[in-house]
């Protein structure tokens, strides 16, 4: 009946539909599969999931579902999901994740954010989530990402699920044998190896026959199968809305109730009633066993971002580690991003890992840099084994207490990096040592960092920037990372003072393009802005200039003709600049400069 009824008056009917009574719905025939699930992407701003990616944010319990339900959505290629609070739902989400991912023949891009659980997590205590089992469910996700070939896999936030824990994580780590001859990552159980883990739900296939006949049931749900929770959410109150529905529309909407299994309203009633539940849960059966002509190997991962201190804690160590080891032969990026993990953690995995094709390594920490990291030694002996990096990121590590640390030439591939000024100062007293060291580097960052207690000493920057005007080459762009308030604005103002004549600014022969960024609570005052041409000026070969990663309201400051005609003035060099995404028309600036009288109408046009 329902495939009889005009487009527009369907499209009327299932707006009335809560998100369960659409998933049902799209399950149920073929004429109302396609509008009822379109529906539900729309109204839960999922975007458009056929065109081969995925982002959900905040979505409910029954999006999964919807999705692995929806006949058109058979290639993802990208996931972007955030995970949502409640430890029941935190597992569900984790088995429909794993079942959604095996019915794909492949994916490539995957990026699983827990900022929301977190934000939960930190204000609940309910301790009901058995940290083993979550871990075996999670790995289990990930592990499926792998084997469909994902070539790009990004893991955020999850530090917090820890005080959900229902037993204390040990904080040592476990004793457990790599297991990098093994095809697939199996999860190793750090506290009881030992542990029958046979209750852990296994994925159940569909028929090879479960196609779409028009206006007939899709295969009923298996009830023997695994079960999803999907804590189907109860019908809204439409009162006003079920007084105002035309005839056919209210006809419409009481025949798919009915066809749904749910209670219809009463002639009388002014509200919607609840969803009938059938069941507690609602079944979510795979549609596909993992193929054979898909490798288990991990020669599909290339970039790796552990951007969770879930994954270097005790319970998923030994994942983690396996990982790294199996991913090694493709390996080509790799990324931490950390809030509490130990010395020993980062000792143990960089010793129990060579990856031979890394090019692209980053270990950086959240806003405030926290006393335990990662130590200045085990860093150095761990590019010692990977000579094939080109790109580095350093935050919250270590710093090196001798500028003289570094005994024998690393890195001989190193192009750019990003670290505090005393790394970058012992990395270039490596090249006064070994004139031949990191003979491909051409872009040095240097970073300061923000400490919750105590000021960023501008001492170690005016080393690196010394030990920078020794390099004797050219070409060099030159960052200047600002994550402090405190200090900045003086230290641009004592180079000024010191002009061309006492400073170190005026010695950087090599450096032809500066780039200058800051964390968001960084802000220049005004004064300091109107100095920066000065600043600029100093530099004696300075072509290109770029400010990058500011507030918005930075770039304003930047922007402006009054700066403009201010730089062309001071640094007739320059021929480049941009600020933010925008390239700023230093042309004509220059003409406003040459031509007084036409400056005003140039002014104008820059603005």
Not at 168 to 188: A, H, R, V
Not at 476 to 499: K, N, P, Y
Request: proline letters at 6%; hydrophobic letters at 40%.
């Amino acid at each position: 009946m329902l495939d009889t009824l005009p487009p527009e008056l369907l499209h009327e009917i299932v707006d009335f539909l809560d998100n369960n009574e659409l998933l049902q719905l799209g399950l149920t025939c073929r004429s109302t599969h396609v509008i009822a699930l379109s529906t539900f992407f729309k109204r839960n701003d999922i975007r458009e999931p056929g065109d081969g990616w995925l982002v959900a944010y905040k979505t409910p319990p029954e999006t999964l579902a919807a999705i692995h339900a929806a006949d058109w959505v058979k290639n993802l290629r990208q996931i972007h999901y955030y995970l949502n609070p409640g430890v029941d739902r935190l597992m569900s989400e984790a088995r429909d994740l794993n079942r959604l991912v095996r019915s794909l023949p492949k994916i490539e891009i995957v990026k699983l954010h827990f900022s929301v659980v977190d934000s939960w997590a930190s204000g609940h205590r309910e301790n009901l989530l058995n940290r083993m089992e979550w871990a075996r469910e999670f790995t289990s996700v990930l592990d499926s990402f792998i084997d469909r070939g994902c070539n790009e896999m990004y893991v955020s936030g999850g530090g917090a699920i820890r005080a959900l824990y229902s037993e204390e994580e040990p904080f040592e780590l476990p004793d457990f044998e790599l297991m990098t001859s093994s095809s697939k990552s199996t999860f190793i159980d750090p506290i009881d190896t030992s542990s029958n883990h046979s209750s852990q739900e296994q994925a159940t296939p569909m028929q090879e026959s479960d196609t779409f006949e028009d206006n007939q049931p899709l295969s009923a749900p298996d009830q023997g199968s695994s079960q999803v929770d999907l804590h189907l959410n109860q019908s809204q109150n439409l009162t006003n809305t079920w007084k105002i529905l035309s005839s056919p529309v209210r006809f419409g909407y009481n025949f798919i109730r009915r066809l749904l299994g749910i209670a219809t309203p009463a002639a009388n009633s002014h509200t919607l009633p609840t969803s009938r539940k059938s069941s507690s849960t609602f079944s979510f059966v795979d549609n596909a066993i993992i193929s054979p002509n898909v490798p288990k190997e991990l020669d599909g991962l290339r970039e790796l971002h552990l951007h969770s201190d879930m994954l270097l804690q005790n319970t998923f160590y030994p994942w983690t580690i396996q990982t790294l080891n199996k991913a090694a032969p493709t390996l080509t990026c790799l990324s931490f991003k950390w809030a509490d993990t130990s010395t020993a953690t980062w000792t143990t995995l960089f010793a129990s890992c060579t990856l031979p094709r890394l090019e692209s390594f980053e270990i950086t920490t959240d806003l405030v840099v926290c006393k335990d990291s990662a130590s200045f030694m085990d860093l150095v002996n761990f590019f010692r084994r990977h000579s094939t990096i080109r790109r580095i990121l350093l935050q919250g590590v270590e710093r090196p207490s001798d500028p003289q640390a570094i005994d024998e030439p690393i890195l001989p591939q190193l192009a750019h990096i990003m670290a505090h000024p005393t790394w970058i100062s012992s990395l270039l007293a490596m090249v006064e040592t070994f004139p031949g060291a990191l003979a491909d580097l051409d872009a040095i960052g240097i970073s300061t960092e923000y400490y919750q207690h105590g000021r960023f000493d501008y001492d170690f920057v005016d080393i690196a920037l010394e030990k920078l005007a020794n390099l004797h080459r050219t070409g060099i762009t030159l960052t200047l990372r600002f994550m402090c308030q405190s200090g900045v604005q003086e230290w641009f103002a004592d180079h000024v003072a010191l002009g061309r004549q006492g400073g170190v600014i005026p010695r950087l022969t090599c450096v032809s393009c500066f780039v200058i960024s800051t964390s968001f609570f960084v802000n220049f005052r005004p004064q300091t802005v109107e100095q920066f041409p000065q600043w600029l000026a100093l530099f004696p070969c300075l072509i290109g200039v770029k400010f990058v990663e500011m507030p918005e309201e930075q770039y304003d400051l930047f922007n402006n003709p009054g700066f403009l005609k201010a730089l062309v003035a001071l640094c007739p060099d320059i021929i480049a600049m941009e600020v933010g995404r925008s390239t700023c028309d230093l042309v004509g600036a220059k003409e406003m400069n040459v031509n007084p009288a036409g400056s005003l109408t140039a002014v104008d046009a820059l603005d």
